[in-house]
């Protein structure tokens, strides 16, 4: 899979409470020089930091599970269960992720689910016995790609049948799974933690400058729909590439040897999550819809008057669409992108993804006075 390389020139400064950045205040079209902190707050302490919360509780359940599962083998159909369930959470945070690990290359996401597994490093590592720490430090170092672990490394060995789990070479793998669970929990903690700490400097980070919390939160937006749900969900599968089209990768995707329709469901609850954001929703699936300070009321308020109504209706228009091609899907995107009708509703699928890119890149940035801070390698965005 194509790497995607971030450049982010202030967003920890933004999202984790460094308190050495000089910001220069910019003003609104209306001449507005902040945006009401009530919004940022609404978002950091009610959809952000629960998000990561929630998965964190997620994933410490598979790390349980993973813990027995050399003294009780039986329980591998929980521990499968757990993984779908941990795998589907991570998207709540998916649009959140920013770089943290490995000199900050990799956000959550990247270094916990890069998809296709690298087999050679992960056989690698389960038979040196490599402990979480191991795996952390060869990480930093380079020399471990992320795709070697995580939930990669997870799908490969619960679902693929090159993997025996019986006998004296099953316990080898049993063994390892802890190893993999543990570092996924450890990755986790950090980014929670740096978060947790960040929230009252996110909220007085209220102007519209390149370093105010609202940019921040935009570019983040922007940048995780583009690699990690428009591209790497959908782009790369059925063989398109920034203005490129290439051949089909359906080995790509996320989930592979699970099949029976999860890397569908981790699409959906992808861009389920940034709807509900965008909506309004606090995080939890029964969370009442907190509309006066959602990130639409907000392009509402602040958005010039000539291109609210437009923007506005671009938007409610794409999630229309994706709901139509989504809901009632149940084919696994593998499966999916092996057949020409398969492909061509992919297709339909990644313009609609791209539509989200070109309203928030192009319209929003610009009719709000932001600036785009990163670049992801690809042209024609």
């Known amino acids: ?77 929980e521990l499968k269960r757990q993984y779908e369930a941990a795998f589907l959470s ?57 795709n070697a672990l995580g939930y990669a490394a997870l799908d490969y060995l619960l679902y693929s049948d090159r993997v025996d789990l019986t006998g004296e070479t099953g316990r080898e793998y ?54 990690h749900i428009r591209t790497a969900k959908v782009g790369i599968p059925v063989g398109i590439y920034g203005v490129s089209v290439h051949q089909p990768e359906p080995m790509t995707v996320e989930a592979y040897y699970h099949g029976e329709g999860l890397s569908t469901r981790l699409l959906v609850r992808s861009v389920q999550a940034f709807q509900r954001f965008y909506d309004g929703y606090p995080y939890g699936a029964s969370s009442a819809k907190n509309g006066a300070l959602s990130f639409a009321t907000m392009l509402g308020e602040y958005l010039p008057p000539s291109k609210r109504t437009e923007i506005l209706q671009k938007m409610e228009q794409v999630f229309t669409a994706l709901h139509a091609e989504l809901d009632d899907e149940t084919a696994d995107l593998a499966r999916l992108a092996e057949t020409p009708e398969g492909t061509e ?15 928030l890149k192009t319209e929003v940035v610009s009719a709000l006075g932001l600036t785009v801070t990163y670049s992801d390698g690809e042209e024609g965005d």
């Open 345 to 359: 509703k992919l297709k339909r699928v990644y313009a609609e993804l791209q539509k989200v890119v070109g309203i």
């Open 174 to 227: 049993l063994s390892f799974f802890p190893v993999l669970t543990r570092l996924l929990v450890k990755q986790a903690e950090a980014v929670y933690t740096s978060y947790e700490k960040g929230g009252d400097n996110f909220v007085r980070n209220d102007d519209f400058s390149v370093g105010g919390s609202l940019n921040v939160v935009l570019n983040l937006l922007m940048s995780n729909f583009e690699a």
């Open 90 to 146: 991570l998207q709540d945070l998916i649009i959140f992720n920013q770089p943290y690990f490995v000199g900050e290359l990799y956000g959550l996401y990247a270094v916990s689910a890069r998809f296709p597994v690298n087999k050679t490093q992960l056989e690698d590592a389960v038979w040196n016995r490599y402990s979480a720490e191991d795996l952390s430090e060869r990480l930093d170092r380079g020399v471990l790609s992320p």
């Open 1 to 77: 899979m194509k790497n995607y390389v971030l450049i982010f020139l202030f967003l920890l400064c933004g999202m984790v409470g460094v308190t050495s950045c000089v910001y220069t205040p910019i003003k609104g079209y209306n001449g507005n020089s902040k945006i009401d902190p009530q919004y940022l707050d609404f978002w950091y302490r009610q959809q952000i930091l629960p998000a990561y919360a929630g998965y964190l509780s997620q994933v410490k359940r598979l790390d349980e599970m993973a813990g027995e599962l050399e003294k009780y083998p039986e329980k591998l159909v």
